[in-house]
């Protein structure tokens, strides 16, 4: 029999997902042609092993096993099931904890406690607690660093020698994303802050035409080339 990898089936997938209906349709009927040409040289015996169930080959497997492969089969089998009961213990545990925390609080009013009473999906351990804890307090730590030069912020970015790694690099002066090349727009002037979007479009120095289309997930796209007319405001 031909031995199946790991990177096989792994290479295998990928191709699958990088074919396109009509490939798909093709490899499936060649996996039928396959299978029936397989099926048509099999014998009796190969027919009836295929055709038996999962439990009916268990079972014949076990049958057939010597003193020391039902040795270890046992073993196995037992340690298996102390994890699952641990497993178990552990969630009825925590379960029980999480309850007795509620029944604390609103002991006060017994009629009103199975009106009240949170449902059993909504209570978080102690560890999922301090688990979001933890990712609230990393998350207020994130820092934003704002480079002087392009103002680009971002939480990612390491500034070199007080500058974003793109303004560092580039040598040409002025800077492309710089002031100096006038990039900068600057505050937004009093005035034009909170516009709506017509006013928006009533006072825009250019006018933009291009080609937007909605894609099947509801999603935007675009194609094509944009062009700029300016408009006499
Ligand atoms: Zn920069």
Known sequence: MKQITNSEILRKRKSKEK?????RQTRLKHDRERKRNQR???TEEQRANRLMTKRERKK??????NTE???????????CKRELRILKQRQVKNLSDANESTQETDHSDNESDAQHAPPKVNIISKDEHNMLNEFHSKMDNIQYNTCPVCNERISSMTLVMGSCRRCHTEK???KKFSMENDMDPGDVPNKLEGLTEIEEMLIAQVFTVMTVYRLKGGQTGYRGSVINFSQDI
Not at 60 to 65: D, G, I, L, T, V
Not at 69 to 79: C, M, N, P, V
């Open 19 to 23: 074919e396109n209906a009509e490939q």
């Open 69 to 79: 492969e039902h040795q270890r089969r046992i073993s196995s089998e037992t340690a």
């Open 40 to 42: 048509a040289k099999e």
């Open 60 to 65: 014949r497997k076990r049958a057939s096993e």
């Open 172 to 174: 040409s002066s002025p």
